[in-house]
């Protein structure tokens, strides 16, 4: 079930203020220990699921459904969904009241269509489907109340043996085990207190992003050079003439809690030259003065919010000529110019200071680049198609730079155990992502479900468009009106591999990503891979580690450190003909898992607001890959 919202962010912020514990401490592990042992003997089969009553839920939100699409949509597209769903074949199955086995098969199936990127499976009355299904599967393995119990209580103990066994932190396989048991758990209900605390283990932020001030001051910073008309009236002289300002508009961060300060101030000089017109008087007059205008501008998720200006100006001017006629006439104005010239001075400072922070404060209001960015509006539907809450964010601004602190975790995943190790550096931005980032996001999506070799490269962490030898292409699956929904039934690309090859995804920890000790290992776990050259029905793991070389120029790229490893975990032997299909498996994913990345050039996007950056060079300064955390820094 999606975390909720609002009082969730408490706990959120709490995260952020505990202190940062390096490791497991052994009493730390001893105390999980006994909490793991008094749950095993003190469960209760009274609290696991009610099988008919979710066959209950789940039939009302079939129906729900059905409804919906028929009695809302055009008969085409009610029945595009109605074919892609297939909700017939789990309804008849409960109708049957028969085999349990067949419902849950059924609504495994189901679960596969109510998970991907399709447009509408974010709609509520599908989320509400997808929600009764899982309860139903739930059911369904629990049914049986004395082997339910049986089994969490032989979960438990394998749990208590891997917390045990942690080192220092948890490995990666360590944390399935925890993720296994507290999914377990919670899903029958049992041991509420033991789950809260192991999650609790797991609940800082799992994306860390580090905006440095010098990314902050090149988009911000820009020259000034203003000429304007000069049109006043001091002291019944009537002035006309040219200004000049010539400066330069910075920006620094400032502190902040909840929200990003950043200080915006415009320094500059003044030279005008001008003439004055008091009856047949002419003065020609010249000035030169120094500006200064300030402001703090705040942002947040609400918006922009503006400070007030303050502004200081100083003014040296001086009368160069007098014209009139008459020499009297001259001598005369002369010398009441000069009593009046410091009032005079005084009103155009002041009318100088007024104007530089109205028109400050005008320019900086009128910006359309001060704001932050909705980064999850494009990926907000295709949270809710994936079954994924939006991401809990903090955002805050240091002296050094922006800071951003999110988590992406669904309230039966776990998020990271420990910060990541900080890098300051004001010229860097630098993006850190924990391994349950990636687990979380891709777990609902590919657990259990069997993918083509044609979308397999677009689904895995390779191919995020920085490798030249990852595949580009891009699903355009539609639904609605008269296209036709596709759900896994995506064809295969023209020019793909003559054989292409299919794998179905364990539905544990389906996708490896591992960042540890300055290595990244990425791959897949399977239960079954099948080419034309036969089919291997058994579980295998596929995984490639990469290592950042820094080349001659100087540019950092990922190099893969040797072969694609295929791996069959357990010790049952393969047959001659399955044993033949590990160098077909390592032939097919040396292309998914390409020897080098990183190696493409990084350019900041066109169509970026901020015109400074669009279309920069970036080059990636640092690759840490420790803690389960990965961090890739990148200078322009």
Not at 187 to 212: C, M, S, W, Y
Not at 435 to 460: H, I, M
Not at 468 to 479: H, I, P, V
């Amino acid at each position: 079930m999606p975390r909720p919202t609002g009082l969730a962010v408490v706990p959120f912020v709490l995260t952020m203020l505990m202190p940062v514990s390096a490791q497991w401490s052994d009493d730390e592990k001893r105390e999980l220990v006994q909490r793991v042992d008094a749950a095993a003997v003190g469960l209760d089969p009274s609290r696991l699921p009610d099988l008919k009553a979710a066959k209950l839920e789940a039939v009302r939100a079939i129906d729900a459904a059905k409804s919906f699409f028929v009695g809302g949509s055009s008969p085409q597209r009610a029945a595009n969904w109605l074919r892609y769903l297939d909700l017939d074949p789990l309804a008849e199955a409960i109708a049957a009241d028969g085999d349990d086995r067949a419902v849950g098969r059924a609504a495994v199936d189901l679960s596969y269509r109510l998970i991907g990127t399709a447009p509408g499976l974010e709609l509520s009355v599908l989320r509400r489907l997808r929600a009764a299904n899982d309860a139903l599967i739930d059911a369904v393995l629990l049914r049986d109340p004395d082997r339910a119990v049986k089994a969490i209580a032989r979960q438990l103990e394998s749990l208590s043996e891997a917390i045990e066994g942690i080192d220092r932190l948890p490995d990666a396989d360590q944390v399935a085990a925890i993720l296994a048991a507290t999914d377990r758990l919670d899903a029958a209900d049992q041991a509420d207190e033991l789950v809260t605390n192991l999650r609790a283990k797991f609940a800082r932020p799992n994306l860390h992003v580090r905006i440095g001030e010098s990314w902050v001051r090149r988009a911000v910073n820009r020259p000034v050079l203003k000429v304007r008309p000069v049109r006043d009236c001091i002291l019944g002289t009537r002035i006309v003439g040219t200004a000049r300002l010539t400066g330069q508009v910075t920006a620094d961060l400032l502190p902040a809690s909840d929200s990003v300060r950043i200080a915006l101030t415009l320094d500059g000089q003044v030279c005008s030259n001008n003439t004055g017109y008091n009856g047949p008087v002419t003065l020609r007059t010249s000035s030169s003065g120094i500006v200064r205008a300030s402001r703090v501008l705040q942002l947040n998720d609400s918006g922009p919010s503006f400070g007030p200006t303050t502004a200081s100006a100083s003014l040296n001017s001086r009368i160069d000529s007098i014209s009139h006629p008459l020499r009297l006439v001259r001598k005369i104005a002369r010398k009441r110019a000069a009593r009046q010239k410091p009032r005079a001075d005084v009103i155009a400072r002041k009318r100088l200071r007024q104007q530089t922070a109205d028109e400050f404060a005008d320019e900086t209001s009128q910006s359309d680049s001060m704001s932050v960015p909705d980064v999850l509006d494009p990926v907000r539907p295709l949270l809710g198609r994936l079954g994924l809450p939006e991401p809990l964010r903090l955002i805050r601004s240091t002296d050094q730079a922006i800071v951003v602190d999110a988590t992406l975790s669904r309230s039966d995943q776990l998020s990271a155990p420990v910060a990541p190790v900080q890098f300051v550096d004001p010229r860097e931005l630098m993006l850190q992502v924990h391994e349950s980032l990636v687990a979380n996001a891709t777990a609902p999506v590919l657990a259990g479900r069997t993918v083509r070799q044609g979308d397999l490269a677009r689904l895995l962490p390779t191919d995020m468009g920085l490798s030249q030898n990852a595949a580009a292409a891009k699903s355009t699956e539609r639904t609605g009106g008269d296209e036709r929904v596709r759900g896994d039934e995506t064809a295969a690309d023209e020019g793909e591999s003559e054989k292409p090859f299919s794998v179905t995804f364990a539905r544990s920890r389906p996708v490896i990503f591992e960042a540890r000790d300055g290595e990244i290992r990425i791959g897949i776990r399977g239960t079954r891979f099948e080419s034309e050259s036969g089919s291997l029905a058994r579980a295998l793991q596929i995984t490639a580690a990469y290592v950042p070389v820094r080349q001659p120029t100087g540019r950092l790229i990922l190099v893969r450190r040797d072969d694609v490893e295929v791996d069959f975990p357990g010790t049952r032997r393969l047959s001659v003909s399955q044993a033949g299909l590990r160098g077909t498996i390592e032939e097919k994913f040396a292309d998914v898992f390409p020897p080098v990345l990183l190696d493409r050039e990084l350019k900041f996007p066109t169509n970026i607001k901020r015109k400074k950056l669009a279309g920069l060079p970036i080059r990636i300064e640092r690759i840490d890959a420790r803690d389960g955390w990965l961090s890739i820094s990148v200078i322009p």
